[in-house]
């Protein structure tokens, strides 16, 4: 991790529902940075602001007022193909339900976004590259319909990594695995956030996926509620009660 701050939120607020709907403020006012290198969770109660706040941040919505300022640019200003430009280059994305694309190989889904880009240039490569740093290589083949549900979550890593991103976005990318898919996807994350220093911000309701990360902010009724820093000294698993002891105060 450096000092180099590669998110800031500023003064976040976001109210979903037009003039004429009901009118929910998801997010009241949330400000917080992410330094390059760092692997942050965000945790919090069902409904709480998690993937409001998420998206923001990766630039999938707009907040209500507030900014978001990543690797120096005022993303809330950006549009059009310039905001897919900088998406494509800053930022990766990994979801719950891996959004591959059934009809391509897993060769094709993970050089989608440099296809997207019109960049060919060394694509087999590059794909094949990062297919083997993740263990996915015999894989490349095949279509997503014939993977597990952990192979397809790598699969899903190996196309947000191919851009060689500075963040890597995730909303609950081991909530459809099984324990032990997700334990491996998780040692993957916290392999990729210390060798290639990408920042990684990790939105979780739990408490295990938490406990891969360095610091974790808990969201509270759309606002920051506390914040936990593992120490340097402290083991995975105590960081891991922490956070369940954490989370028990939270709930009263
Ligand atoms: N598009 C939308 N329009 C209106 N209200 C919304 C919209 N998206 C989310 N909300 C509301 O905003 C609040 C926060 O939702 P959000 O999806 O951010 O919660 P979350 O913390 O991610 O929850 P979960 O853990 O269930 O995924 C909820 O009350 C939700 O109903
Ligand atoms: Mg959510």
Redesign the pocket.
Known sequence: MTNVSVIQAQHLQ?V??KKQEKK?T?LKDVSFEVQSGDFVGVM????????????MLATFDRPTSGTVTIADRDVTSLQGNALADFRAEQMGFIFQDFNLLDNLTVAQNIGLPLSLQGRTVKLTEKVAQIASSLGIKALLEKYPAQLSGGQKQRVACARALINQPKILFG??PTGALDSKSARSLLELLQEINQQRQTAILL?T?DAFSASFCRRIIF?KD?QIGHELVRQPQQSRTEFYQQILDQLGTFEQ
Not at 44 to 55: D, F, I, M, R
């Open positions: 976001k979903y529902g929910y998801a919090g109660a069902s409904g709480s602001g998690k993937t409001t706040l998420l998206n909303d609950e939105v309701h969201i759309g």
